[in-house]
DNA sequence: CTTTTATATTAAGAAAATTTAATTTACAAA
DNA sequence: TTTGTAAATTAAATTTTCTTAATATAAAAG
């Protein structure tokens, strides 16, 4: 046993990390981006702009960027368009039980 | 069947109660008073102020109300103490699986 | 009634996030 | 090489949240 109190609690890198998500997930064009694109599987930054009438795509666009640049999501181009895609696994199982508890 | 499309996803007000608790969850402070309270059960609003040492008793208590005004926490007065616990179930299943995802 | 301890409230200043508007880059096709 | 469409960037304005300091209330004890 170490000096140091061995808890089960969130304190520390491991909150610093959830913290980060949930600061993501805290924002209602961000986290309707993100059911889109799980709804989606793969979708192009377009398609979302299309889908959320009252976000500017720009708006959209800056939050497509934190949410690549957080490890969210990835991106591949194809041409004119680019694909955004879930990429991380702690992400879908938030939003699942998300979906879970209040749909 | 409705002409409404009967959804799996975040939209509408369920989308509205996940982000009310979402940005409740997503600050230092707030998160780390919530696992203090989820470890202890029950426990006052001066041990919740000593166990977090960066933080004003102002602060605290400021949102000692606001997460018992939105319905997460409880509060009972016996004398001059006040004793904080967790009321609602769905910030219980959301701590955990933070604790399940990232510790 | 005065003092002490615990907790809550208020208001203002500081900091951070959000929103908007304008511009720019990337790519493909004519 | 010009034009059109998709997406990204930048910067400023706005709004919201956070933090701090000071004060107030609530309850018990002397």
Redesign the interface.
């Known amino acids: 046993m170490s000096a140091v109190k061995k ?5 520390g890198k ?6 980060l998500m ?2 993501i ?4 064009l961000r ?2 981006i993100l ?1 889109t694109i799980i ?1 989606s599987g793969e979708i192009t930054a377009g398609d979302i702009v299309a889908s959320e009438p009252q976000a500017s795509q720009s708006q959209i666009s800056q939050y497509l960027r934190a949410m690549r640049e957080s490890g969210i999501l990835t991106a591949r181009r194809d041409g004119l368009f680019v694909y955004y895609s879930l990429k991380d696994k ?1 992400a879908a ?3 699942k ?3 879970d ?3």
């Open positions: 808890s089960l609690n969130m304190r491991s909150m610093q990390d959830a913290l949930l600061n997930l805290a924002h209602p986290l309707s059911c709804e702690k199982a938030i939003m039980i998300l979906k508890l209040y749909c």
